[in-house]
C-alpha cells in the first residue's frame, strides 16, 4: 500500500463522541487526502492537505476536521460522531496532484 | 456538482473473454483520466491511467481508450481471468481532487 498505514483499522464507537483517524506516509509525498466509500457512492473526497498545516476542503466535508502539524502524518477527526459517518476511511497520497496511492482503509461504525 | 457516469454496475465475464467497462465525464478541461482496481477489503490501486492527448494506452492485459469528443473513456480486459474479479473505479482529475464514478464490480467465471 504504497507506504500507507492508517489506524485504527476497525473502530465501532456510539453517536456523539469524538473520533480520530490517522494516516501515516514514509515517502514523503507532499499531498495527501482523506476519502470516504460507502456504496453507490464510490469515494468521495472529504479534505486533503498539500503541505504541513496547509488544507482544503472536499465534497463531503460537512462534520470532519483535519489537521497536518507533520509532512508524514494526516488526522481526520470526527468531532461528534453520527450514524450517517459509519463508512470506510480511506488515506491517499500524492508527489503531485494526479497520481494517488491509496492505503489499506479504517472501517468505522458509529452506533 | 461534477460527476462521471460508469456503467455498467456489474459485470460477469467468461475466462478468457473481454471486459469492458465504460465512463462518461462532463467537463472538457480535466487532464488526467486514471483506472483503479479494488479487491474486497483492500484499499483501490492504481491500475492504468490516460491523459487526453493520446487516444488508447496498453499496459498488459489492460487498455484505455479514450474519445475525448464523446467526453468518454472505457477500460477493456484482454483475456479475463478469475484473479481480475474485483471493483473498478473510473476518475478524473478535478483540481486536487479526483471524481470518481461509482464502480463496477466484475466477476471472472472459471
Known amino acids: 500500500d504504497a507506504g500507507i498505514t492508517q489506524s485504527p483499522r476497525h ?5 456523539g463522541t469524538p473520533v480520530t483517524l490517522r ?5 514523503n509525498h507532499r499531498y495527501m487526502y482523506w476519502y470516504r466509500q460507502d456504496p453507490g457512492h464510490g469515494l468521495r473526497l472529504i479534505h486533503y492537505s498539500y503541505g504541513v498545516k496547509d488544507t482544503d476542503k472536499g465534497e463531503v466535508s460537512d462534520g470532519y476536521s483535519v489537521s497536518r502539524s507533520k509532512t508524514e502524518d ?12 459509519t463508512s470506510v476511511y480511506f488515506c491517499a ?4 496532484y494526479n497520481e494517488q496511492f491509496f492505503g489499506p482503509g479504517t472501517r468505522l461504525t458509529v452506533l | 456538482q461534477q460527476q462521471v457516469k460508469q456503467s455498467p454496475q456489474s459485470l460477469i465475464v467468461q475466462k478468457g473473454g473481454i471486459s469492458i467497462i465504460n465512463c462518461a465525464y462532463e467537463n472538457t478541461a480535466f487532464d488526467y483520466f486514471p483506472w483503479y482496481q479494488q479487491f474486497p477489503g483492500k484499499g483501490p490501486a492504481l491500475l492504468i491511467a490516460i491523459r487526453p492527448d493520446v487516444s488508447e494506452k496498453k499496459e498488459g492485459r489492460f487498455t484505455i481508450s479514450f474519445n475525448k469528443s464523446a467526453k468518454q473513456f472505457s ?4 483475456d479475463s ?3 481480475d474479479s474485483a471493483t473498478y ?9 479526483l471524481i470518481f464514478g461509482k464502480g463496477t464490480t466484475l466477476s471472472v467465471s472459471s
Open chain 1, 11 to 15: 473502530k465501532v464507537t456510539e453517536t
Open chain 1, 23 to 27: 494516516c501515516h506516509q514514509t515517502e
Open chain 2, 89 to 97: 473505479f473510473c476518475a478524473y482529475q478535478a483540481g486536487t481532487a
Open chain 1, 74 to 85: 494526516f488526522l481526520l477527526t470526527l468531532e461528534s460522531a453520527t450514524s450517517s459517518q
Open chain 2, 81 to 83: 481471468q478469475p484473479g
Open chain 1, 93 to 96: 497520497i500524492s508527489p503531485e
Open chain 2, 75 to 78: 477500460l477493456h480486459i484482454m
